[in-house]
């Protein structure tokens, strides 16, 4: 079983291009992060892609919470395509 506190959720708001998903992704495995929960929507009025992407940080410690989400979060935010990134732990937004 994962440990819960390890767990946090991207909500990523981006252009609707081709590979933006796939570049979402392909940075998430590259920072050795592990995905629980994926899903996207596009909003068509706007032409862009609402993602939500729940990870797990196999790498996460007691004494660094949250740092490597952190990191990935930079990551993402420096994609061309995407506009917006907001990152929360799990238990914040089951609350």
Known sequence: ???QSCEHQL???ADNQPTV????LQ?????????IDFSAKVDRENNQL???LTIFDPKETTSLPE????RLYHQLNKLFDIKHVNLAPIESIQN
């Open 67 to 70: 740092a490597g989400a952190h």
């Open 1 to 3: 079983m994962l440990n």
């Open 11 to 13: 909500i990523i708001t």
């Open 27 to 35: 940075v998430t495995r590259y920072r050795g992060f592990q995905v």
């Open 50 to 52: 609402d993602i939500r």
């Open 21 to 24: 998903l796939e570049r979402v």
